[in-house]
């Protein structure tokens, strides 16, 4: 029994979602696609799990997430080749996203034990010199945790290890796309032994999403996905706590004084990683002018040399798309593009979802392509003259996560890091880079919250204040 039906038990038979392999179309699982009328079923099931969370102490919750981490080792294989039958990924990237999982809950073990609160001096103030107290953290309640399919396992990791080290109940939906990952950590942890509702795990549609998010009980939704629907759920959540990591149109600077060959290497890798469809993915590539040709031709030679196909093969450095829809969607993309006068470089072929790895130069920045996330496999190089002209176009559009910034002089990396407007600034990195442990947001539009262990947590806990007076 899958611990989506376990919710699902109580209710009339639901229809089924069908889960298909995005590289040749084979059915990997079905899972039950419910609706709103669900809703009473779930949420009693929800109340149950914020009375058993609440009722954990630390050490339990410490060592559920432990030992849960251990299970996700155990099973790593297992797990790898699940996320590459559902979301697309190539198996070495799939590894490298367990190992990630596994990193995310035994730091979220470390938040419960350590991050309980702090002691106020309130002997500090004048006038409170006869008083003394402190403050704890405390469960919100109920989170609603909505992910996506790009990281069906360590995006999901995200939400439920700060959460459950917070004393916290959730609603998890994740994508209809890739549930299954999601769905297997859910029993890993039950396995390690959360309490069975603490995490009610269901799966479905628009409807269901937009029914759970406008539930009064509900304290806090977390929210991984795209910019259209991040609106939805802010118009009608209502009155609780929202946490939003949306997308971003990641621009990297490539200053004439880098080492070249590891930057277009590292380059490549933050473009090309899961087929692009990586939010803080490397999109634009601004090149100092004078050494934007010798960029250019090392950059598109590594791209032509990716191996594009079966992501289960080790050799596979490009899986497909997560649909052929998307990829189709990606193509129309790249032909406007071609149509207002951008060149192509290389790639823009496109079988079923698979998509080649493409670059285009002299993109107009009115196109889409320029100015919105792709979420695909597309990179765009464009040269400048001044670092001031550069900083404009790296901060040109009105949402953003991550930049990169290649350069030996450490100074000017240091003014450009000031400069850009961005969650985070990678110095001789990819702008794709992300440790579990740093605080993972974006600046400006849609910017609601962070993500990383540490941030989340306190995110999804609120502080208590105990004051006690002495009188005598």
């Known amino acids: 029994m899958s611990v989506a039906s376990k919710v699902n038990v109580q209710l009339v038979e639901a229809q089924q979602i069908d889960v298909f392999s995005p590289y040749d179309g084979r059915l990997i699982g079905s899972v039950p696609c419910l609706d709103a009328s669900a809703i009473p079923a779930i949420l009693e099931r929800a109340r149950q799990g914020v009375r058993q969370a609440a009722a954990m102490p630390r050490h339990q919750r410490a060592r559920v997430l432990e030992e849960a981490a251990r299970r996700v080792q155990e099973q790593a294989q297992a797990f790898a080749e699940l996320i590459v039958a559902e979301a697309g990924k190539t198996l070495r990237q799939a590894e490298k996203e367990v190992k990630r999982c596994v990193n995310t809950l035994k730091r979220s073990a470390e938040e419960a034990r350590r991050n309980a609160g702090e002691v106020v001096p309130f002997e500090a103030y004048e006038g409170s010199e006869s008083r003394q107290g402190w403050f704890s953290r405390e469960p919100l309640g109920l989170i609603v945790a909505i992910t996506p399919y790009n990281d069906p396992l360590n995006l999901v990791a995200h939400k439920l290890g700060p959460a459950i080290a917070g004393g916290n109940g959730l609603i998890l939906k994740p994508s209809e796309l890739a549930p299954l990952s999601a769905l297997k950590l859910v029993e890993c942890l039950l396995q390690a032994g959360l309490p069975e509702a603490v995490v009610t795990a269901v799966t479905g549609g628009v409807e269901l999403g937009k029914a759970l998010v406008e539930l009064r009980e509900v304290r806090m939704v977390s929210f991984t996905g795209g910019f259209v629907t991040g609106e939805s759920i802010a118009r009608s959540a209502g009155l609780k706590k929202l946490a939003m990591d949306l997308g971003g149109n990641a621009p990297v600077l490539v200053l004439e004084d880098c080492d070249l060959e590891p930057t277009v290497e590292s380059c490549v890798s933050g473009a090309f990683w899961a087929a692009g469809q990586n939010c803080i993915g490397t999109q634009r590539i601004l090149v100092q002018r004078p050494i934007y040709e010798a960029f250019r031709a090392r950059f598109v030679a590594q791209a032509r040399a990716l191996v594009l196909g079966d992501p289960a093969l080790r050799e596979t450095d490009v899986g497909p798309m997560v649909t052929e829809q998307a990829a189709r969607r990606t193509e129309q993309l790249v032909n406007e593009a071609l ?121 999804m806990t609120q502080p208590k204040v105990v004051c006690i007076n002495d009188l005598s």
């Not at 998509?355 to 196109?367: D, F, I, K, N, R």
């Not at 400069?419 to 849609?446: C, H, L, T, W």
């Open 339 to 459: 149509s207002e006068g951008a060149q192509l470089l290389c790639g823009h072929q496109r079988k079923g979802a698979s998509y080649a790895p493409t670059v285009l130069e002299q993109v107009s920045h009115a196109s889409q392509i320029w100015q919105q996330e792709v979420f695909a496999p597309v990179v765009i190089l464009e040269p400048f003259d001044q670092l001031d002209e550069a900083v404009a176009l790296a901060n040109a559009p009105e949402y953003s996560l991550h930049a990169g910034v290649f350069t030996r002089d450490l100074a000017k990396a240091l003014k450009l890091a000031r400069q850009i407007e961005a969650g985070g600034v990678m110095i001789n990195d990819s702008s794709d880079y992300r440790f579990d442990a740093m605080p993972f947001g974006g600046f400006k539009y849609g910017s609601l919250g962070r993500e990383g262990v540490r941030f989340a947590y306190e995110d």
